[in-house]
């Protein structure tokens, strides 16, 4: 295990930015406190970098692409299967780190983390197999294509899933030859300072990896920098306008993995019990705050009220508590505006008429959980497709019941709103399930299950879900870009000015 993430462990440690291979000092002089939500007290504190602290970290990239552009794809992937050894024999440590600062119980993160280096093995494998072709064209010519990465490229990651967010990037961006300087958000940026940290002492070159920590400013100052070539940003939907505007007017290519309010269908078909378990993960897992949490559950009028009692009981059951205790099946959101958020929903749900049918019951915490930002999972029932918790994204662990009465009012309600990010359904009828699938609006849609996630499964969204792909060859491909080199092959040349005839 690697001594720097036991260091990031004590609280209040600071060691400073990450770029060209070490830890600096911010040129600032201020920091962000980063809070324990459980307990709604400070962890530890972060540098809040300025725009020097990003020109100093984009030129450290810039320094380094060079020479990492031009490894063979093959010893790239050395790098990163080494990359992927280390997080491996740290994955027990990093769960608890994540714990602590995101709030989420340690059996998730433990789950989770046991999975990240499988994003880099399979980046690793795949970036030597992306070929280039050739064609004889019209006229005795040879056409080749080739990869060429982008350069520096910027990675702004949020704070719900940090290390798996982050690498899911890196992986990409590194395997194509890029190099990459990570804004995380000022919620939860530790993470960030680990996974560079740890590249470095993988064998990745000084300056291939690097991160300055920081609020909107920072972000913003990355997102402007001269010399980075693509950004690649997970957030919120109004965050994402700010930063595709900055991208186009500087011309260069984005991913935006932004908001989602998921649709959940339950046919009247489906296995009751295992649609609620289905929709129990969707909904509370990291305590809702997923983009893909299945906040909106469109359930058939035959089974509805029975699929509302097992659903609320279950809900109600699900344990909460120090996400430290392994017994803890949920733990807090991420902070007091998030908590404060959720209690706006449900103020705003029982105003317009929503019945609510769990979460009802006071929190029963002891010690300092008492001031850590807890909300008890929180069901709806009877939710109007025209309710503010029907169509607005809580992020947090508050969700609707509305019935319908056939398939064409559940693709009208599962399509009302302007997000198109996850979806899942819920039906025995396999080909049922699928034709669903092909009428609502979503960029991953699960069939009997949810929140499902591969390196190999492409993954975005549409409309203020965002645009471009993360996972698989897509998102490979995204951080590259195509060269076209034409050859002649016929002899000769030609003469466009001497009577438009060929000579030679």
């Known amino acids: 295990m690697s001594s720097i993430v036991k260091e990031f462990l004590i609280p209040g440690t600071n060691k400073g930015l990450f770029y060209g291979g070490q830890f600096r000092a911010s040129t600032s002089g201020s920091e962000i406190t980063v809070l324990d939500p459980a307990r709604g007290i400070p962890f530890t504190t972060v540098p809040n970098g300025n725009a020097e602290d990003i020109r100093a970290a984009v030129s450290a990239a810039s320094a380094a692409f060079p020479a990492w552009a031009g490894l063979d794809a093959l010893d790239r992937g050395r790098y990163l299967r080494a990359f992927a050894e280390i997080i491996r024999q740290n994955i027990s440590l990093l769960a608890v780190l994540e714990s602590k600062i995101t709030g989420r119980a340690l059996r998730e993160m433990n789950a989770q983390m046991s999975r990240i280096p499988e994003w880099l093995e399979y980046y690793a494998g795949i970036a030597p197999g992306l070929e280039g072709e050739a064609n004889y064209v019209k006229g005795d010519y040879v056409t080749l294509t080739q990869y060429e990465p982008l350069g520096p490229t910027a990675l702004l990651t949020p704070w719900n899933h940090p290390v798996l967010i982050l690498v899911k990037k890196l992986s990409a961006a590194l395997a194509a030859g890029n190099t990459c300087v990570i804004k995380p958000s000022e919620l939860a940026p530790v993470s960030a300072?680990?996974?560079?940290?740890l590249a470095t002492e993988a064998g990745l070159p000084d300056g291939v990896v690097n991160v300055v920590t920081g609020d909107a400013t920072t972000g913003e100052a990355l997102c402007m920098a001269d010399d980075i070539h693509f950004i690649d940003l997970t957030g919120g939907t109004s965050t994402g306008r700010k930063v595709a505007s900055v991208a186009g007017k500087r011309l260069i290519r984005t991913t935006m993995e932004l908001g989602g309010k998921t649709p959940v269908v339950v046919c009247e078909d489906a296995d009751i019990d295992a649609a609620v378990a289905g929709v129990l993960f969707s909904a509370f897992v990291a305590s809702g705050q997923t983009c893909v949490a299945g906040s909106r559950i469109i359930v058939h009028e035959s089974i509805y009220d029975e699929f509302?009692?097992?659903l609320a009981q279950r809900a109600d059951q699900i344990r909460l508590g120090d996400p430290m205790d392994e017994s803890t099946q949920m733990g807090p959101v991420i902070c007091r505006k998030s908590l404060?958020?959720?209690?706006?929903?449900?103020?705003?749900a029982k105003a317009q008429g929503a019945r609510q049918i769990s979460g009802l019951d006071l929190l029963e915490l002891d010690g300092e959980l008492i001031n850590g930002f807890y909300i008890r999972p929180t069901v709806f029932a009877d939710v109007k497709a025209d309710h503010t918790l029907f169509l607005d994204e809580v992020f947090g662990p508050v969700i609707s019941l509305t019935k319908v009465s056939n398939d064409e009012e559940a693709i009208n309600c599962a399509n009302a709103g302007d997000f198109g990010l996850g979806v899942s359904?819920?039906?025995?009828d396999i080909g049922r399930?699928?034709?669903l699938s092909k009428k609502i609006r979503?960029?991953?849609i699960w069939l009997n299950d949810h929140h499902r996630n591969d390196p190999r499964s492409v993954w975005g969204g549409v409309r203020d879900s965002g645009f471009g792909k993360e996972n698989g060859w897509d998102a490979l491909r995204a951080y590259l870009t195509k060269k076209s080199i034409v050859i002649r092959t016929q002899e000769g040349y030609d003469d466009w000015f001497k009577d438009g005839q060929r000579y030679g």
């Open 308 to 310: 509302a009692k097992r």
């Open 433 to 435: 399930a699928h034709r």
């Open 442 to 444: 979503g960029g991953v």
């Open 340 to 348: 404060d958020r959720c209690k706006a929903f449900i103020k705003t």
């Open 193 to 197: 300072l680990v996974i560079a940290a």
């Open 425 to 428: 359904i819920w039906s025995r």
